[in-house]
């Protein structure tokens, strides 16, 4: 089983539609949870992070995370053609002077017209 | 106020030779880690330096090695490089006390 999985794309939705994107982790001694953006040939950039359990906005955002289910998930409404890129999501475990991101291999969106 | 910065952009080389890359992090961050992107792949840990110390380490070989330097920038070298090494390598920093992690442009490395 991978540490962090995100559901099987690539995901496919209409401008001004809802589009969600899933992910499960393993480990339960992970802390935080992180979102990011990577467009084709780009560095990945970051558009969220939720560490409480529960339903965290941002403009047209929202990260939700239940960790007794070990699932993270970001919502991005009112979707738009330059939201199409590559989203991913990540686990991160630590302590106070060290942490690592574990990755999830990725879903590809697509907003069409 | 500058982001992360990594140099080169792309670099070429071939099988068994080594490699410095180089990476500056964001004002105000002290702590530098390196990831490595395969196509099509997230991004796999590779190390993390905080205060020129090497505090965590993803499962690499030690042909990978780093160093992070007074003012907080990073070089990551490889030796001995393999075709699979031909990847995005991307250097993240963060604030102490802070998990989040921002990225520089990455530096594109062919193995031939």
């Known amino acids: 089983q991978k540490e962090v999985e995100q559901n099987s794309g690539p995901l496919s939705v209409p401008e001004g539609a809802i589009a969600s994107l899933n992910c499960t982790y393993s480990?339960?001694?992970?802390?935080?949870f992180f979102w990011y953006r990577q467009y084709s040939g780009k560095s990945p950039e970051l558009i969220m992070f939720i560490y409480s359990n529960g339903d965290k906005e941002d403009g047209r955002f929202t990260a939700q995370l239940n960790k007794a289910s070990q699932y993270v998930s970001l919502l991005i409404r009112d979707s738009q053609p330059s939201d199409s890129a590559t989203y991913l999501c990540a686990a991160f475990a630590g302590g106070t002077s060290y942490g690592k991101l574990t990755f999830g291999q990725g879903t590809i969106l697509t907003v069409h017209p | 106020d500058a982001g992360v910065t990594q140099s080169p952009t792309h670099l070429i080389k071939t099988r068994g030779q080594q490699v410095t890359l180089r990476c500056s992090p964001k004002?105000?961050?002290?702590?530098v880690s390196w990831y490595q992107q395969a196509l099509g792949q997230g991004p796999q840990f590779i190390f993390q330096y905080y205060e020129e110390e090497e505090r965590q380490r993803g499962n690499f070989p030690d042909r990978f090695s780093g160093h992070q330097f007074p003012n907080y920038s990073s070089e990551l070298n490889v030796n001995a490089l393999l075709l699979g090494d031909s990847a995005l390598y991307l250097c993240?920093?963060?604030?102490?006390?802070?998990?989040?992690?921002?990225f520089g442009p990455g530096t594109r490395l062919t193995v031939l």
């Open positions: 480990d339960r001694g992970s802390q935080s």
């Open positions: 004002s105000g961050h002290d702590t």
């Open positions: 993240a920093s963060s604030g102490q006390g802070y998990n989040e992690q921002f």
